[in-house]
């Protein structure tokens, strides 16, 4: 099969199509052939040698497929063979063939494509579980989400909308801004033009916001505290700035502020399939309603996986980016 290397880290170049054996599934694994593998920022990092796979799992990047069921391991209960399915995986999206336990496969909605299937599966339990379980975001509460037209803002802020909060949101640009505001933020911030704490303190009347998502990290972090209300929380899932700052932990205390985080790729398959439990449950139902769904930027052919990352590299896109076999 046609699988996606990378030869040595570094620049997008090094990703490089090669020839593999087709894997076999193992024990509860299903083997999905490929459609559509969504390309992530942790893709990224582990090309630049940042982000190692963990034990066990392929040196292929990719977190997240769409496609076919073509064969199933032993112990398989729920999978038949010819299923269209979108999985969450530790490695190996970008390829023709991909095993995964059958525990962190999710149904391919019908209304979408395969390649907007394979846009959901990183960005939406990503989201689920730190906006909704780790974050406990509830109706009628505010929410800051930074990078708001990456895959993970398009989908926190669809999501958080459609469970009743008020949603605001930072981006690099007006047109991103715009962009935004018209899959339901409230308030969108260009942060290269304007100050986001002032911006959500006003809009909360000075009260600041119950939940912010960030995944920038640096200086970001003191200004969080800041644009945080009072029992305000801040979930942490990446650091594309510094994941180093100096800042005046006095905030903490004083507005009893919790600030946790968490990674997706190293959790359990046990973890990962009690999560895709709850989406099953509680997004299916909307993506298939229409309410919510994948943006999708643009399509590449799987060799042309170097250019994807440049183009994710350009911070040019809005939503997401997508392999397709």
């Not at 076999?24 to 796979?53: F, S």
């Not at 970008?94 to 336990?101: L, M, T």
């Not at 640009?173 to 018209?182: I, L």
């Not at 911030?189 to 990290?217: C, P």
């Amino acid at each position: 099969m046609t699988a996606i290397a990378i030869r040595a880290p570094g620049a997008p170049e090094v990703l490089v199509p090669e020839e593999r054996e087709v894997p076999q599934p193992g024990t509860g694994e299903i083997l999905i052939k490929v459609a559509a593998a969504g390309v992530n920022r942790p893709d990224v990092m582990q090309r630049m040698g940042l982000y190692p796979p963990p034990p066990g799992a392929s040196d292929i990047p990719g977190l997240e497929i769409a496609g076919e069921v073509v064969a199933r391991g032993p112990g398989v209960t729920r999978w038949q063979i010819g299923d269209k399915v979108m999985a969450l995986v530790s490695g190996g999206g970008y390829a023709a063939y991909c095993p995964v336990h059958e525990t962190n496969a999710l149904p391919a909605p019908p209304s979408l494509s395969l390649a907007e299937a394979a846009a959901i599966p990183e960005t939406f339990f990503t989201v689920w579980h730190n906006v909704f379980e780790r974050g406990k975001l509830q109706n009628g509460e505010t929410f800051l989400v930074h990078g708001g037209s990456s895959g993970i803002g398009t989908t926190a802020i669809q999501l958080a909308r459609a469970f009743g909060a008020r949603v605001f949101t930072t981006a690099g640009s007006e047109e991103k801004c715009e962009q935004c505001r018209k899959l339901g933020a409230e308030l969108a911030v260009n942060y290269k033009a304007s100050d986001f704490v002032a911006a959500v303190k006003e809009a909360t009347s000075g009260k600041g916001v119950d939940l912010i998502l960030d995944m920038v990290g640096g200086d970001y972090i003191a200004r969080n505290y800041e644009a945080a209300a009072v029992e305000g929380r801040i979930v942490q899932i990446a650091f594309q700035g510094s994941p180093k700052a100096t800042v005046d932990f006095r905030r903490l205390m004083l507005k009893r502020l919790t600030h946790t985080g968490s990674t997706l790729r190293q959790r359990s398959v046990s973890e990962k399939a009690t999560i895709a439990r709850a989406i099953e449950q509680h997004v299916l139902p909307l993506i298939v309603r229409g309410e919510v769904r994948p943006v999708v930027f643009k399509t590449f052919p799987l060799r042309e996986a170097a250019d994807a990352h440049a183009l994710m590299e350009s911070s040019k896109h809005i939503g997401k980016i997508v392999l397709v076999t």
